[in-house]
Every structure is written in C-alpha cells, then in structure tokens.
C-alpha cells in the first residue's frame, strides 16, 4: 500500500520568513495530494490540493510543486504569519481508482513574532 | 446538517468493554473515513467506504476493529475488547466522491482506563 514520508516533523521560523515542508510518496500509481492544516484542538482542514497533471500550483501565500519522477511534494509558505501555526499535513492516493487518503505524519510549523 | 457529525464527542470506558463510535458525514457524500489520531501524531487511516462498494478494511489495526455504514450514510465503528492503546482521537470525514475535498467531523475522544 502507499506510504508517505513527510519531513520536518517540527518547524520554527520567523514571521515574513517562508517555510517548506516536504513529503515523498512510495506508490506511482497515487495522483492526487492534498495538504491538510489542523489548528490546535480542531480538525484538519483542506488549504491546497494538486493533481498528477500539473507540476505547480499557487493559492495567495501558498504553493506546492509536485515531482511525479522523484515522487516528492512540497508545501510552501511565504510571508509566514503568526495564524499559520499549526499541524500541516500531507496526504496521497489514486484518484478514480482507489479513494483512500493516506496522510504522512504532520508538521508542527511554528511561527514567531 | 451542515457538518460531519460525530457522537459521542467524548467516551471513557474500563478496558475489556465494547464501545460503538458514530458518524453522520454530509448528505449526498459517497464516501466516508475513518482515522485515528493519537496525542501529537498523525492522522493514521482506519476504513473506507464508496458507495456500495467493498469497504478499504486494509487500515484497522486488529479484528477487535470493525465498522459498518448503513444505508450508504450513518456509519459506526466498533472496538471490542478495548485496549489501553486504543485510546485516542477517532476522526471521521466524508467527501462528495473519492479523491475530493475530505471535511472532517470534530473527533470522539476515546479513553480506555
């Protein structure tokens, strides 16, 4: 079954600074990878998603790149903010075929003022 | 209603007993999940279910795990036996089909003394 690695498990950066988190996937045939944001004592909530088709996507201070050779996906934040301090977490799987959702660990991203 | 719902929110039972985990996901959504979150950790993949399809069962971590969803809607999960290590966040979510936008419920707290 698919397997996802994400990396840092924790983050600190300064406010304004930008942050990346990195996920690699094991399984080729997975197309479809959201990112999940879940705030302290709340549940996740989707914040970006990219499909195997496209190599880059951007939604105001967000962004992420897929690398379909190197099965790895990134995250990154720019203008960081303190209210982007959370759990962000990465997930895969085979849309239209095989709907599970298989997430990495998370990443405690910190961002001080 | 307008969320996933999720009862109990919070469950405390002495270990050895049953406990049954509910979820109402979103009217009109096929697919349901389940996913387990223990303290600071991930979001570990249970069950899930499409439509009248077979259920994904490849997440449950032992046979004193089973769950059902009736009626292509409410779906509960079962632990028998419980274990001391069976304690943590149960999250339920739901999407309008696989691979789509997962809103999550708000979680039962499961506690196993």
């Known amino acids: 079954g698919e397997n996802v690695e994400q990396h840092p498990s924790t983050l600190s950066v300064q406010e304004g600074d930008s942050a990346v988190i990195k996920c690699t996937y094991s399984?080729?045939?997975?197309?479809?990878f959201p990112w999940y944001k879940q705030e302290l004592g709340k549940r996740p909530q989707l914040i970006i998603d990219?499909?195997?088709?496209?190599g880059e996507k951007k939604d105001q201070r967000i962004a992420v790149t897929l690398n379909k050779t190197a099965k790895h996906f990134s995250l990154h934040i720019t203008e960081t903010q303190p209210e982007d301090s959370a759990v962000y977490f990465c997930?895969?799987?085979?849309?239209?075929?095989?709907?599970?959702?298989?997430f990495g660990k998370g990443t405690k991203l910190s961002v001080k003022p | 209603g307008a969320g996933v719902s999720q009862s109990p929110s919070n469950k405390v039972t002495e270990k050895g007993k049953d406990v049954e985990l509910r979820c109402d996901p979103i009217?009109?959504?096929?697919?349901l999940y389940w996913y387990r979150q223990s303290l600071g950790q991930g979001l570990e993949f249970l069950i899930y279910?499409?439509?009248?399809?077979?259920?994904?069962k490849s997440g449950l971590p032992s046979d004193r795990f089973s769950a059902e969803r009736t009626g292509g809607s409410v779906s509960t999960l079962t632990i028998q036996r419980t274990q001391q290590e069976d304690s943590a966040v149960y999250l339920c979510?739901?999407?309008?089909?696989?691979?789509?936008?997962?809103?999550f419920g708000s979680g039962t707290q499961l506690s196993v003394l």
């Open positions: 979510a739901s999407s309008f089909t696989m691979g789509e936008k997962l809103f």
């Open positions: 399984d080729s045939a997975s197309n479809y």
């Open positions: 990219i499909r195997s088709n496209v």
């Open positions: 997930a895969a799987s085979k849309r239209w075929s095989q709907g599970n959702l298989i």
């Open positions: 009217s009109g959504h096929t697919a």
């Open positions: 279910f499409q439509g009248n399809s077979a259920p994904d």
